[in-house]
């Protein structure tokens, strides 16, 4: 049968920018690396320190054998979803640290508080890495190239860290009782920060809804008035990216391909000052067979013609000049705006019924998709508000929504975690009134919520310097998610909670 192929979605990345983004992300993932092997020396001395970094090098190895041995491509949202894991691993580690803190300070020798403090930290553990698990899940699913990379590293860095975590710290620190070794989980700097604050954080409940609703009401009225910057995943097109011999202004650049793309693409500085990329709907509704060639050639003549290229050759161009392409045709792009709010349509309902069958409520699974839902909102506020202001690209694209699906299993685990206590503080102490028992359990868990932030920003903010233009609009996007996310787990997850509670009794 005469059935001729044409092409609906294609991208290229010529070595020169493949090769600038593998190093960029390599040498931002080393950084960051490291980053955290200090922060957690510094924070939990040398020696709980040092068997947690113990566990986050293994976890590194058993990573790159896992994802070798399933023949994963190494891209650069894989590089990022390894270093992202790496800050997220931190974690099981701080609840461990946090509850033996605790078990000590009740009294406990050495041995029996390691042993409490492990069993009683499994709860949250395990609630918490399980709905971060979910969103990877859901991502690998309804993601696609290099998306379902980055859920690939995501989920299997899940399960390596949790290994590494609970049972080779474990192994580590029955090596060192068993020897009389002194064991101390906290440095003299950081051993009296934040234990036993008194914070009455539901009191202050109103007061961060008036927060959150202003943040809301701007994201909403920047939805209608400015809108967002769609890439080209959702309104479909070509983008080129060109690097010249010399430094451009995009105005000329947009000017002199007026003509020959039938109207003004859209040309941004992307990176340095002589590279650009340009976004064009020039006919992209064109089936033709040599209609990619026939935009390429109209995208030559009219660099060539403005006197951005001087003598270069049209092979030349193609070979040096354009360092990738991509082109995404309507239809595709329909699919992809459709797999996206599907995406997060089926996270947020799997991690409410998770929530609900988990804490045998479904107050606590409202508070957590409220939460969710907020974070989310005031996400995409900011890539609204703030897309032509900042000096890097705010693209709404594929890589923004497993940004958006990461922020929500981070936030989700953050959440979870707090509800643990709360459920725990509930059952030890009935006869408490039900805000005193919540404020206790935001209260001590707001060390260790702080010290995950703290480690997992600053991996993020590591990437943001070092990691290239190429992830500079993704990893800004989960900076803000962590970070209003980290805020809603105690100022929006559980407030709401308090008032079903009250509210449905």
Do not use: C
Not at 107 to 121: E, S
Not at 234 to 262: E, M, P, W
Not at 382 to 387: A, E, N, Q, R, T
Not at 475 to 496: E, M, N
Request: proline share 2%.
């Amino acid at each position: 049968m005469r059935a001729p192929a044409r092409i609906v979605e294609e991208q290229i990345v010529g070595p020169s920018l493949g090769n600038e983004s593998i190093n960029a992300g390599m040498y931002s993932f080393i950084v960051a690396f490291v980053m955290v092997l200090v922060y957690m020396l510094f924070f939990y001395s040398k020696k709980a320190g040092l068997a947690a970094n113990i566990a986050l090098i293994m976890n590194l190895f058993f990573l790159f054998g896992i994802l070798a041995s399933l023949g994963a491509v190494l891209t650069l949202p894989g590089i990022a979803g390894i270093v992202l894991t790496m800050g997220m691993a931190v974690d099981a580690n701080v609840i461990i640290y946090e509850r033996v803190q605790e078990e000590l300070r009740s009294g406990k020798g050495i041995k029996l508080a390691i042993t409490d403090g492990y069993k009683n930290a499994y709860s949250a553990i395990i609630d918490g890495q399980v709905t971060t698990f979910i969103t990877g899940i859901v991502l690998y699913v309804f993601g696609s190239g290099p998306i379902k990379g980055f859920a690939t590293t995501l989920m299997v860095g899940i399960v390596t860290s949790l290994f590494t975590a609970i049972f080779l710290t474990r192994l580590i620190f029955e090596w060192q009782l068993n020897r009389n070794k002194i064991i101390t989980f906290t440095s003299k700097i950081t051993a009296g920060w934040l234990v036993n604050p008194k914070i009455k954080f539901l009191e202050k409940r109103k007061v961060a809804y008036i927060i959150s609703g202003t943040l809301i009401t701007i994201s909403l009225i920047s939805f209608v008035v400015r809108g967002f910057n769609l890439g080209i995943d959702f309104q479909g097109g070509r983008t080129y990216t060109i690097r010249f011999d010399q430094d451009v202004k995009v105005a000329d650049v947009q000017s002199a391909l007026a003509d020959d793309l039938g109207s003004s693409p859209e040309v941004k500085t992307f990176g340095s000052d002589n590279q650009v990329r340009i976004v064009t709907k020039y006919k992209i509704d064109d089936l033709s067979e040599n209609v990619d060639n026939e935009v390429e050639e109209a995208l030559y003549k009219g660099l060539k013609d403005g006197g951005f290229l001087g003598d270069v050759s049209y092979d030349k161009f193609i070979d040096d000049y354009r360092l990738s392409s991509q082109k995404v045709g309507p239809t595709i792009s329909d699919d992809i705006k459709k797999d996206a709010v599907i995406a997060i349509g089926f996270a947020l309902l799997f991690i409410f019924l998770y929530i609900m069958v988990r804490f045998s409520n479904w107050k606590y699974g409202l508070g957590g998709v409220v939460s969710l839902a907020h974070d989310t909102i005031i996400t995409l506020g900011f890539f609204s508000v703030f897309h032509g202001v900042l000096p890097f690209s705010l693209e709404i694209d594929q890589a923004f929504i497993a940004a958006i699906l990461t922020v929500i299993g981070y936030s989700i685990n953050d959440t979870v975690i707090v509800y643990d206590r709360i459920r725990e503080y509930l059952k030890l102490y009935p006869k408490r009134e039900l805000d005193d028992n919540m404020n206790h359990a935001m209260n001590s868990t707001l060390r260790r919520t702080l010290n995950t932030s703290l480690s997992t920003l600053v991996v993020l903010l590591t990437i943001f310097i070092f990691g290239g233009a190429n992830i500079r609009g993704f990893i800004f996007a989960l900076l803000v998610g962590i970070g209003v996310g980290t805020y809603s787990s105690i100022f929006v997850a559980s407030p709401i909670v308090y008032e079903a509670i009250n509210k449905f009794k």
